[in-house]
């Protein structure tokens, strides 16, 4: 699936003040996806222990059930294009709500390990799609002028869905009285943690009932006269709409589609550039900045923290997420892409190096130190508030940006899948290499952080202020 992101011409009309809060409207209800993309990813952090317990099993079986979400985000992404350019947008979001709800009733009431599994897969179907289909609908629907403030929308839904998962499981934790196994209405309190996801993915399929189809989309069936409907909505009645129309057919027609052998050349299978690419999507995940979401109440428990606690540090991690997000999206187009990589890659490395150093200490009591427990804590939060401002944003952007065009969503997709495999090794991984050694465990990710500064330096250049089609 692909989507016109062109610049406005000289003289062109964008919507007006009185269509822009309908337009608003229409990214929030589709920036919902990402929202259920980040609670779903993160609520398993809240059920972790109490899976372990439930079930008996050791790290290694225990970190499979947690990453195979992973193998249907995958799939998810891969062919959420493809049913939304044969059946639609706004159809794609209705399945993608679907099994949203059936993986949180599912994964609530688990009779074996196994099926709890299979709606792990279900819900991570439904994040990939949602990761491809939120931020193509916001482009295809916005209006130029307003095209990069309304899709950043899916970023800020992510967090935020990331930081109101662990309040809510921090919340049923106490009301189970501090057990992750305690009864709560009939059920285990982490069951109830997986349910509560399906209040938002029924708003979700409800809200995709309010919003109009993609233009581009219903162009593309021969629905001309809905998509005229649907652009005077976004972008008002003073444009002419049969110039825009037919410069949006103008624009599918000469779309050259990218296939994977547009990828192939250079000396190592692939094109320099799309390696690249890749090293950034693998640098991303690489640093472990998914055990601080998917780990992190097991990971303050594991030297000495309460649950109740671990929890709520849970929770201000996520909120020290969305602040680095938000200075993200100020000051990428100000400073640049590259200048921030860099500047997240040294953070992350202190406050990484200062983890491993904490955790290197052995536990007193069944605790950190006292002073090595603070420093652990607060790297902790220095370490997701500068890959937040930094890596978290930036890595999409140049992966948005940094292909020619006649490569582009092919070698996005490929990046894209690279990413997720990173992020199911480290996920995969973490439990393991905690048991073995948690101090050298975040020794690596200290070292593949460091790593990044040199790779940045070498190999990536600014897209800061250059049109898509200076990318060659």
Known sequence: ????????????????????????????????????????????????????????IGSATLAQVIAIALIGCAIGAATAGRIADRIGRIRCMQISA??????????????????????????????????????AYIAEVSPAAYRGRLGSFQQAAIVIGIAISQLVNWGILNAAGGDQRGKLMGLEAWQVMLGVMVVPAVLYGLLSFAIPESPRFLISVGKGD???????????????????????????????????????????????????????????????????????????????????????????????????????????????????????????????????WAFSYDLVDGKLPATQGWVALIAAHVFVLFFALSWGVVVWVFLGEMFPNRIRAA?????????WIANWAITASFPSLADWNLSATYVIYTIFAALSIPFVLKYVKETKGKTLEEMG
């Open 1 to 56: 699936m692909t989507s016109t992101a062109q610049a406005p011409r000289p003289g062109a009309k964008t919507a007006h003040p009185e269509h822009l809060g309908h337009v608003i409207f229409i990214a929030a209800a589709a920036a919902m996806g990402g929202f259920l993309f980040g609670y779903d990813s993160a609520v398993i952090n809240g059920a972790v222990e109490a899976i372990r317990s439930r079930y008996d």
């Open 98 to 135: 679907v099994l949203f709800t059936v993986s949180a009733v599912g994964s609530a009431l688990p009779f074996a390990l196994w099926d709890l599994a299979f709606w792990r897969i279900i819900g991570g179907f439904a994040i990939g799609m949602a990761s491809v289909i939120g931020p």
């Open 226 to 356: 809905r998509a005229r409907e649907v652009l005077k909505e976004v972008e008002g009645d003073r444009i002419d709409l049969t110039a825009r129309v037919a410069e949006i057919e103008h624009a599918m027609k000469s779309e050259h589609k990218s296939t994977f052998k547009d990828l192939l050349g250079g000396s190592f299978f692939f094109k320099p550039i799309v390696w690249v690419g890749i090293g950034l999507s693998v640098f991303q995940q690489f640093v472990g900045i998914n055990v601080a979401f998917y780990y992190s109440s097991t990971l303050w428990q594991s030297v000495g923290v309460d649950p109740s606690q671990s929890f709520f540090y849970s929770f201000t991690t996520s909120i020290i997420n969305i602040i680095g997000t938000v200075i993200a999206m100020i000051f990428v187009d100000r400073i640049g892409r590259r200048p921030l990589a860099l500047i997240g890659s040294v953070g992350m490395a202190i406050g990484l190096a200062l983890e491993a």
């Open 411 to 419: 070698a996005l997709g490929v990046a894209a899948s690279a990413q």
